[in-house]
């Protein structure tokens, strides 16, 4: 599964649709720059995912001889699930993070993450991943302000039933959680996509995908490493 391809795309698309409404009602080059976001070593840890970074994705346009640059960023996740038939433990297991401004110029908002509904950022990554295939969406589960210490806002996934290639070849069935929140100015994505396999127990999964969402970080103040988009 290629976890930038996957995840990436609603920053990225958002970039530049955001970007060509300004053009209109900016003077001067405008910055807009999300916060970095991560999750606590000790939840991954926890949860037995392993951090593969953050990509800090900068987008600048001119439009009408105006300069706009948003900053995003991505942070991913990922954890080794060994799954009967395929030989051997598969990188099946991922949590991603976007952050992504709330772009606002004369109190109108620009970014589409924005006014996305899950069910649309869903469809949206799947146009943009020829891998994955979401069906139906089989309910959901919150995660309240409170069990997060990171943030100032609940996170509600959405879980879809999918099934999504891993290593380019292989098809397995799997679960997608979604879920879009506001914290610090910024629209927050998160994406968590597991195995459905009678050996990978559902409610196991979720746990994890859980314990990843309360140890997440979100802030100027947040460490991230930064990774090379090219990765």
């Not at 679960?175 to 597991?194: F, I, T």
Request: proline share 3%; hydrophobic share 35%; glycine share 10%.
């Amino acid at each position: 599964m290629n976890r930038r391809r996957f995840v990436a795309a609603a920053a990225a698309g958002a970039v530049g649709a955001s970007a060509g409404c300004l053009s209109d009602l900016i003077d001067d080059a405008t910055t807009f720059e999300a916060s970095p976001i991560r999750v606590s070593e000790d939840a991954a840890g926890e949860a037995g995912y392993e951090y593969q970074g953050t990509e800090e994705l900068v987008e600048e346009r001119e439009f009408a001889g105006e300069s706009v640059e948003v900053t995003n960023y991505l942070t991913d996740y990922t954890r080794m699930i060994e799954l009967p038939g395929l030989g051997s433990e598969q990188e099946a297991g991922v949590f991603a993070l976007v952050s992504t401004p709330q772009v606002s110029v004369a109190g109108e908002e620009f970014n589409p993450v924005g006014e996305m509904s899950k069910a649309e950022l869903v469809e949206y990554l799947q146009g943009q991943y020829e891998g994955l295939e979401v069906g139906d969406n089989i309910g959901g589960r919150a995660i309240t302000k409170d069990e997060i210490d990171g943030l100032n806002a609940a996170v509600r996934f959405d879980t879809w039933e999918g099934s999504a290639t891993l290593q380019g070849e292989t098809e397995v069935d799997v679960y997608v959680d979604v879920a879009r929140a506001e914290d610090g100015g910024d629209h927050l994505v998160v994406v968590a996509v597991y195995p459905d396999d009678e050996n990978v127990p559902v409610e196991s999964e979720q746990d994890r995908a859980d314990t990843m969402t309360a140890g997440i970080q979100h802030g100027d103040d947040v460490d991230v490493d930064l990774k090379d988009s090219d990765e």
